[in-house]
């Protein structure tokens, strides 16, 4: 399946390898090795997950822009291979920005960058401050992108309110039978409802600009340099949208100040570390 796949893509040399990658959540994602000419060239080949994201075409249109937007501002700072340090594109033989197969579905492939390494759980205090600069780099590339340029491809998404009212129709209609045993849970978010449009009432409003962010800052989505332990880039650009940046640094201390991990399924292990929240801050 995957070969037929890759000769669409505008690469040169012979197919070595090809073998799953990551350990990402959303879209199927393989590490492809050519060799060219005696040069091994690395890429990663990714299959978008239509059920997630419902117009993988806006999708690849803002990863294209935010990407090439990138690699222009860090041309203009000297740096001379930008796809060795930020994501970066491979063409398709036609010039897109990724490819549409027989039944629909979308692949898109990135130079691979050699240097990086991303831990799912933050290691120390650190890398924290790595996670936390890595946002702030990222943050700082994109301020001169104007956001209209891209689009909303997840509506709603960190939009608080909405996802309160979520909630009180599923307590409303308890289909499964288990509000009684969260109940406790429920009523702690009930008595805190008045947060909830903190930030989305001034964003509404236009008190706080919307700029172009990247909504999902977590540690694993920061790439990290192997060598220096420095943050490279922000990785998974999927959920790069117009929003504030609020969302941004909230969702990072969210993930980085947990060193638990996200995927701890021992809750008592799960903690608010003021350490490393001061220093990704």
Request: aromatic share 8%.
């Amino acid at each position: 399946m995957i070969k037929p796949i890759l000769s669409h893509f505008d690469i040169t040399g012979t197919l070595e390898k090809v073998e799953r990658f990551g350990s990402g959540l959303i879209n199927e994602t393989w590490l492809v090795e050519f060799d060219d000419q005696g040069a091994v060239r690395k890429y990663i080949l990714q299959h978008v997950n239509r059920s997630v994201f419902r117009r993988p075409d806006l999708v690849m249109e803002n990863v294209a822009t935010v990407t090439e937007h990138l690699q222009a501002r860090l041309r203009r700072e000297g740096v001379a291979d930008p796809a060795s340090v930020t994501p970066a594109l491979v063409r398709t033989r036609d010039g897109r920005s990724h490819h549409v197969d027989g039944a629909g579905e979308y692949w898109r492939m990135f130079h691979f960058i050699e240097t990086g390494e991303v831990f799912d759980i933050v290691r120390d205090d650190g890398h924290a401050y790595e996670v936390g600069r890595g946002l702030g780099r990222f943050q700082a590339l994109v301020a001169d992108l104007p956001p209209e340029r891209l689009h909303d491809t997840l509506p709603g998404f960190h939009h608080t309110p909405r996802y309160l009212s979520r909630l009180d129709e599923a307590v409303r209609q308890d289909q499964h039978g288990r509000l009684a045993e969260a109940r406790a849970e429920v009523e702690f978010a009930h008595s805190r409802r008045k947060l909830a449009p903190l930030l989305t009432d001034p964003m509404e409003s236009g008190r706080i600009p919307i700029r172009v962010v990247h909504n999902d800052p977590k540690v694993n989505n920061v790439l990290i340099d192997r060598q220096t332990g420095k943050a490279l880039c922000m990785l998974d650009l999927d959920t790069v949208k117009p929003g504030i940046v609020h969302f941004d640094f909230g969702d990072c201390v969210r993930s980085a100040a947990n060193p638990a991990g996200e995927d701890a399924r021992d809750l008592d292990n799960i903690v608010f570390d003021r350490a490393r929240y001061v220093a990704l801050r």
